[in-house]
């Protein structure tokens, strides 16, 4: 899970916040809190849940927040 977290935080070129890259080592989910610009000037905000599935490994749920719908859009792209 460590590993997940540490990927998306980099993946995303983002800041941590609320120092939500510690992750429990008892914990099935996590929540992961991202925020930062995208181009310089538009604000984002990312919260992404990384579970952990004995089947599947990591799973990764994003959501994406910004003033502008393209840019939301766009960095959800670059994830699929």
Not at 36 to 59: D, H, P, S
Request: one cysteine or more.
């Amino acid at each position: 899970m460590e590993d997940a977290v540490e990927g998306t935080s980099k993946s995303f070129g983002m800041s941590v916040c609320e120092k939500s890259n510690i992750v429990s080592v008892t914990d099935k989910v996590h929540n992961l809190l991202l925020s930062g610009q995208m181009m310089g000037k538009e604000m984002v905000l990312v919260r992404a849940i990384i579970g952990f599935n004995t089947e599947y490994g990591c799973v990764l749920k994003v959501c994406i927040r910004s003033l502008s719908q393209s840019v939301s859009k766009a960095i959800g792209d670059c994830i699929e």
